[in-house]
């Protein structure tokens, strides 16, 4: 059974940083792009980072330079590294649906994700 558990949210101030881990079963982990998405209150669930199989990354422009995403694939984990982080990024951050080529690939339904929370 797939399983994909995220963790490492919290509340910290505003120009703090958050590690954000995934920790993805063995059978889908070493095959795919793995992604972090985020929803804010009242916005849309949206990508925010992914990481290819080979390492290339991709991030929302609003967080470039800021966050940084990692895998280990010895640990099948995936990391989001979150620095300066700003008010307007509190939202609850997700690591489901990872990609296979055009594909996303959806396991079962959207879990809790994991909540972050900047203060000002």
């Known amino acids: 059974q797939v399983q994909l558990v995220e963790s490492g949210g919290g509340l910290v101030q505003s120009g703090g940083s958050l590690r954000l881990s995934c920790a993805a079963s063995?059978?889908?982990?070493?095959?795919?792009?793995m992604p972090w998405y985020v929803q804010g209150p009242g916005k849309q669930r949206e990508l925010v980072a992914t990481?290819?199989?080979?390492?290339?990354?991709n991030y929302l422009d609003s967080v470039k330079g800021r966050f940084t995403i990692l895998r280990d694939n010895a640990k099948n984990t995936v990391y989001l590294q979150m620095n300066s982080l700003k008010p307007e990024d509190t939202a609850v951050y997700y690591c489901?649906?990872?990609?296979?080529?055009?594909?996303?690939?959806?396991?079962?339904?959207w879990g809790q994700g994991t909540q972050v929370t900047v203060s000002s």
């Open positions: 990481i290819t199989t080979g390492g290339s990354t």
């Open positions: 489901n649906a990872p990609f296979h080529g055009s594909r996303t690939l959806v396991f079962g339904s």
């Open positions: 063995g059978s889908i982990f070493s095959t795919n792009d």
